[in-house]
């Protein structure tokens, strides 16, 4: 008897054949919620807000939290975003502008354009104040048509 996740990776792959768009299985991408998280070796980074919610088609607007490792807000940081499609091999093509939020650490990422169905990894190079640390955080999510 398969697991409960060995069945949900089972009844994904067999409604991706009839489907134009492709997102592999379930463990390649997040579930967004409020507070999803990723960390680099010296950020961390977490959703505080997502319009619309999950992340959809086209235009997207999400409100991010960057810390260091210890939770410590990163004001005045360097973002890029970097989305592209893996299993279509391509990159995104609307520059997202981000904006500082009032709140510690805040940033306002808006577009995050997401052109097309399918799988796309949305990926943040933050830089931090002194101009010298760099790291990358990605967030994954199957876009549905
Ligand atoms: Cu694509």
Redesign the pocket.
């Known amino acids: 008897m398969p697991s409960e996740g060995e069945q949900d990776r089972q009844a994904s792959e067999s409604s991706d054949e009839g489907d134009t768009f492709a997102c592999g299985t379930p463990e390649d991408s997040d579930i967004y919620r409020v507070g999803l998280w990723h960390e680099g070796s010296r950020v961390r980074v977490a959703f505080v807000d997502a319009f619309p919610a999950p992340p959809q088609l086209y235009d997207n607007t999400w409100i991010i939290s960057i810390t260091d490792l210890d939770g410590v807000p990163l004001n005045d940081a360097g973002v890029e975003v970097l989305p592209s ?1 893996p299993i ?1 091999g ?1 990159k995104g093509s609307v520059p997202s502008e981000v904006r500082s939020m009032e709140q510690p650490g805040q940033y306002q990422l808006d577009p995050v354009y997401l052109a ?1 169905a ?1 799988l796309w990894a949305v990926e943040l190079r933050i830089t931090e104040t002194d101009a010298l640390a760099h790291d990358t955080v990605t967030f994954t999510f199957c876009i549905e048509p």
């Open positions: 499609m279509h391509h097309m399918g």
